[in-house]
């Protein structure tokens, strides 16, 4: 057993809990037991030891008395090596709108893992725990296992799967949903981390794995494989028959036309067997039995109650919640009478305790409502951090063993615990680096340094142990489930996503002949029989181009503007236009990439400030981080700070997502400098980000000799004024502000580190004097614009760039509602957010009316204090709001888009958009960021106005948002809207008018050219070969019947560079698709001799009876003879106009195997001539 839980265990206050527990069991009749005296990192040790001890391979229920606690303890419980999970509250949603499943996904996933016996560690709020759910037989009857050799039927399989929640799909892209492609079935099961792909040969299972969602790629071998249902409340025929029935009656008392619209709404939803939005509030017409997660639990099982009263305070809480809701949902005539019950309440929790003998952990000892069987009481107190802090250290270490303590010192991680090591050797205390806490057995030599562990310490008194942790506080940064959890970095592998959501009516561009209107595929025969996919495309006029999908490259979607419109004018084909418009771009793209890169070569050329490598105070200031880094945080932090070592300024950009802790690298950065003995300018581009940006620097660097002050309007002009002599005298370190610091007043005494928040934001005068100003000295500019990889790619050599694509381990998806504007439901959202002692941010973008909107507000919620913010307040009113909000007195801010930057308020989790369809997808994407900022769950309501029709832009974007809530995938929330405002931020908004006029693609294109003809690259012309062998090649519809995928397929195989490329595609094919058709495989061998006939300079490739015609587009008459004589008698050069030579077949060759041999020796002889 670990050495921190072995402690915990030899005590004497262990040894009894654990011998009563033992003797009661098997008894019908057992009472809770208590025990007090606790600490933090104590109480985790002390459930940890005895899950180990009592209940390691069987279910065991914590019961806390709020999410961070729940998050806190699984972290910890991880540390140990044991298997947790948080079982959050499910939100109901009891009116029409689209909600996200996350939660209910974790939920089932739980239930399904207690049902199977695992020793599963489920720890849950009292709300989330007593929530009715599925009934246990219904989860064992709705889940199934597949192994190999099953007999299977796929239509009933489908069907089997719909019944139980999954939704079906052509491509699986999140849980709950599956895919089925002739004799594959792609499925995400909740409790898998990745899904599941069942191949069948014939009706019988031939493979079960896990595959990639990202690349849709095999990824493991399973003999069986569990799955379960996706959803928690699923309605059969029989209970939506009832709510049929209960809607209708319903209907026929309804007292308004809006209560009787919508609940048409749900009575088509019931008919028609679609998904019931509203389940929920007929949960008791759907399960007779009302059970809840307690139920799940036998009375033999171990439960903890962590804080009885607080959890009891919390399920009261929530009980009246509850009711309140209920009573509002009959009085309005949406809910059936008997329905109003959610969950089971505060009696049944007692009988459970009773009946499973729970243990009960107190810090204190406090009033309890049930009755006890014994108390228990430990000394244990908590014990100081000591990150940073190496004398107190060393000192608490000398004192405790002079007192005869056993002592264990926690590191976060391995640089951590040396460099703790080296400090306590520095100070003459023996020690000793241990990786892990398991591989000690008894304390002996010296004091032990343990890493991997990122708990609270704690001091047992009686039993003379201490643990000292240099990582507390960061538990909760790491997975629910015991270690972080691994997510795919779709970001690193970022693709634009030109063909896979290619639809018809989408505009494309094709390289040689301009924007078109793509309008399908079409399998098209030619004169010779053989068929081909071709991509029919639709230009000016009546003129339409057939591309063959074999030459799928010269096409790309269309990224722009203009496209919801309708408002791009179609190329003529044929004519001259196009050409004339791309030599335009490449003539404008040349002489920017000529600017830029003379630019970047002065910069070099530039004297600059080169930095001390990292001292001990910026490795103490980085180790008070409060939170786990992520590792594009660490890598971003390195990539600055050696370019700050370099004697040339840094020029990088910091591009990273909304929440990706951007702030805490610059902060690093701005460290570093004034370690230096420099100045630091923070330049932002909004008063309320700057204040936001003072408070963070002054509360990050405390406790260290740095002077922070802030130049904005909400400092009166004396203290401006006495800011701006300070700076020149240098006794201010860092300065943040807006505009203001360019002023022409403004005069430092040691300038060296310029930070840009959102540098697109500043007019081009402010950036004029940002040149001037930051001539010598290092920039870094912070963005929270993705960049896509292809656009980075081109720009890294002219500007140095990093990018964060991970979000922090402990923030929570933000569940989002999208919904027409809805009193009832927005007053309930307020309500539910306020009474859980949060704030709310109510966006409405008018500032003619929005006091008229803050006044409802107020009538609806008197209680509340409400303020509004907008943009055209007197700066000193403005600045008393943002710290009412700070500081939590403001309950609902009633504002513009005026937080859409960088407003930091974790406190704040509710946020509500009126006509949110009038507003940019990056917009909606930036203010969406401004809660969720915390680790508790969060919720954003994007509204659009009743009754209103939307136009196809506003439908797409809402549609978007929707997919988000789905599936969230940060960067692909706004792909268009991101992707072209990105380029215009960092290109400037006369290059962002050329990518208009070409598409973003073939932009690119052109950009990625240019930059390396300036910088002297030479780029080969490359050939395009074609090939005809009088045979099918293309993807049959019965292969692949979703024409995106089929077109994403065409896009992998027309960049076959090689026969491994060649070989990844057919393993690709064969584990997504099943076994290839002839015309595919032919398609595949096609596409690889093209790509090898291209690297020859073949410009086409016949075959005609028994021989194959090969058309050189530059004959090199040396290497011919040479193939000639490679091949004897098979070979015929004819020497012509257009020379080409043939190659005789022999019987039983295939005609790709001798194509493949001639131009493999082809190639061999032309490298060796280079």
């Known amino acids: 057993m670990n050495i921190i839980l072995n402690r915990i265990s030899a005590g004497r206050e262990f040894s009894q809990i654990l011998k009563t527990r033992r003797e009661n069991k098997g008894k019908a009749k057992k009472l809770p037991s208590m025990i007090t005296g606790l600490c933090e990192g104590a109480l985790d040790a002390f459930l940890g030891a005895f899950i180990t001890e009592e209940c390691r391979d069987e279910p065991s229920l914590i019961i806390v008395q709020d999410e961070k606690s729940a998050r806190h303890i699984a972290a910890a419980l991880g540390a140990y090596g044991i298997h947790a999970t948080v079982y ?75 019944d139980f929640g999954y939704v079906p799909c052509e491509l699986v892209d999140g849980k709950g949903r599956f895919a089925v492609r002739g004799g594959i079935a792609d499925i995400f099961s909740p409790q898998s981390e990745l899904p599941l792909r069942i191949e069948l040969f014939g009706d019988e299972v031939d493979r079960i794995g896990y595959f990639d969602i990202i690349t849709q790629r095999w990824a493991e071998n399973l003999r069986s494989a569990k799955i379960v249902p996706a959803r928690e409340i699923i309605p059969d025929a029989d209970a939506r028959g009832r709510i049929e029935s209960a809607i209708q009656r319903l209907i026929k008392k309804a007292k308004s036309d809006s209560v009787r619209s919508s609940l048409a709404g749900e009575l088509t939803a019931v008919q028609s067997g679609a998904e019931i939005l509203t389940a929920e509030k007929y949960l008791p017409l759907i399960y007779e039995k009302k059970e809840c997660l307690l139920d799940y639990f036998g009375s033999e099982r171990a439960v903890f109650i962590v804080e009885s009263s607080g959890v009891s305070d919390r399920l009261r809480a929530s009980l009246r919640h509850g009711e309140e809701t209920a009573k509002q949902l009959l009085e309005e005539g949406v809910m059936p009478a008997g329905c109003g019950i959610f969950m089971k309440d505060e009696a049944d929790l007692l009988t459970f305790a009773e009946k499973t003998g729970a243990l009960i952990a107190n810090a204190f000892l406090s009033q309890y409502s049930g009755r006890l069987w014994e108390i228990y009481s430990v000394h244990t107190r908590t014990t100081s951090f000591m990150t940073g802090n190496a004398e107190a250290l060393c000192e608490d270490i000398e004192s405790y063993t002079r007192a005869k303590y056993e002592i264990i010192i926690a590191a976060g991680s391995e640089t951590e615990a040396a460099n703790t090591r080296d400090i306590l050797l520095d100070n003459g205390i023996s020690c000793t680096f241990v990786p892990k806490a398991d591989d000690i057995t008894e304390l002996t030599r010296g004091v032990p340094v343990i890493t991997a562990f990122s708990g609270a310490g704690f001091e047992i008194v009686n039993s003379k142990f201490m643990l000292l942790s240099l990582g507390e506080g960061r538990a909760e940064q790491t997975r629910t489930r015991g270690v ?147 590792d594009g945080q660490l890598a971003a932090a390195e990539d600055i700070k050696r370019d700050m070592e370099k004697p040339v300024p840094m020029d990088r950009l910091l591009c990273g997502d909304v929440g990706f802790g951007k702030t805490e690298v610059a902060l690093r950065a701005a460290f570093k400098a004034v370690a230096g003995g420099k100045q630091v300018a923070i330049l932002v581009p909004t008063t309320i980000l700057a204040m936001q940006h003072y408070q963070t620097i002054v509360s990050r660097m405390r406790g260290f000799p740095i002077k922070v002050s802030l130049l904005s309007r909400f400092k009166t002009h004396a203290e401006q004024e006495a800011a701006v002599r300070a700076l020149r005298r240098g006794d201010i370190d860092i300065v943040v502000g807006t505009h203001r610091i360019l002023s022409s007043d403004i005069q430092f005494r040691d300038l060296g580190l310029v930070i840009i928040d959102e540098e697109q934001r500043f007019g081009v005068a402010h950036k004029e004097k940002l040149k001037q100003m930051a001539k010598n000295v290092d920039v870094l500019t912070l963005t929270a614009t993705p960049i896509p990889r292809t656009l980075n790619m081109a720009m890294n050599s002219i500007r140095d760039m990093s990018v964060l694509d991970e979000a922090p381990g402990d923030r929570m998806p933000v569940q989002t509602y999208v919904l027409e504007y809805d009193d009832l439901v927005i007053n309930e959202a307020i309500r539910r957010e306020l009474h859980r002692g949060g704030q709310v941010f109510y966006l409405h973008n008018r500032i003619d009316n929005i006091a008229g909107t803050a006044a409802r507000l107020k009538k609806e919620f008197p209680d509340a204090n409400i303020d509004i913010a907008h943009g055209r307040m007197e700066k000193e009113e403005l600045a008393d709001i943002w710290q009412s909000l700070v500081e939590g007195n403001t309950d609902i801010l009633v504002c513009t888009t005026i937080i859409e930057t960088g407003v930091d308020v974790p406190n704040a989790n509710t946020l509500i958009i009126e006509n949110a369809d009038t507003m940019g997808l990056s917009q909606l994407h930036q203010i969406r960021g401004r809660v969720g900022r915390s680790a508790r769950r969060a919720y954003a309501y994007f509204t659009y106005r009743q009754g209103k029709a939307l136009s196809d832009i506003s439908a797409k974007r809402l549609a978007a948002i929707r997919d988000f809530t789905e599936f969230g995938s940060g960067f692909k929330i706004a792909l268009r809207d991101l992707e072209i405002r990105g380029a215009g931020d960092i290109l400037g908004a006369r290059q962002h008018g050329h990518m208009e006029s070409v598409g973003y693609d073939m932009y690119l294109k052109i950009l990625n050219e240019a930059v390396l003809e300036e910088q002297g690259t030479v780029i080969p012309k490359k050939t395009e070969c074609t090939i005809s062998v009088g045979r099918d090649a293309y993807i049959p519809e019965s292969y692949i019947s979703s024409v995106s995928q089929r077109i994403d397929m065409y896009k992998k195989i027309a960049a076959i560079e090689n026969e491994a490329d060649a070989d990844d595609i057919a393993d690709e094919l064969l584990d997504r698709y099943g076994d290839m058709p002839q015309s595919v495989e032919t398609l595949l061998s096609a596409s690889l001799v093209r790509a090898m006939g291209s690297e020859c300079g073949i410009s086409q490739i016949d075959k005609r009876e028994n021989t194959v015609v090969f058309y050189p587009e530059q004959p090199d008459f040396l290497i011919l003879s040479q193939l000639s004589a490679a091949f004897p008698a098979r070979i015929t050069i004819m020497p012509s106009e257009r020379t080409y030579f043939t190659f005789k077949i022999r019987r039983g060759e295939t005609v790709f195997e001798i194509i493949s041999n001639l131009l493999k020796k082809y190639i061999q002889i032309k490298s060796k001539k280079e």
């Open 88 to 162: 959050p509250a499910r939100d109901p949603v009891l009116y029409n709108m689209v909600a996200s499943h996350e939660a209910e996904y974790d939920r089932v996933s739980a239930l399904s893992e207690i049902s199977e016996g695992n020793g599963v560690v489920v720890i849950a709020t009292p709300d989330a725990a007593m929530q009715f759910t599925m009934p246990a037989d219904k989860l064992r009857a709705g889940a199934f296992t597949l192994s190999v050799g099953d007999t299977v039927d796929m239509a009933e399989l489908s069907r089997r799967l719909v």
């Open 484 to 630: 972080r959890r691994s997510k795919a970095k779709k970001t690193a592998k970022e693709k634009i996503l030109s063909y896979a959501d290619l639809t018809v009516g989408d505009y494309v561009v094709h390289d040689t002949h301009g924007i078109g209107k793509y309008m399908g595929l079409e399998t098209i025969r030619d004169y010779t029989g053989v068929c081909h996919d071709h991509i029919k495309i639709q230009y000016s006029g009546t003129d339409v181009l057939y591309v063959r999908c074999e030459q799928i490259e010269t096409v790309s979607k269309y990224i722009g503007a203009g496209t919801d419109e309708g408002a791009i004018k179609l190329s003529k084909l044929g004519g001259t236009e196009w050409g004339k418009t791309k030599a335009r771009v490449k003539s404008e793209v040349k002489q920017m990439a000529k600017e830029l890169i003379a630019l970047y070569a002065e910069r070099m050329r530039r004297p600059g400030f080169a930095f001390d490598p990292d001292d001990d105070m910026q490795r103490e200031f980085e180790s008070l981080f409060e939170y786990e880094e992520t």
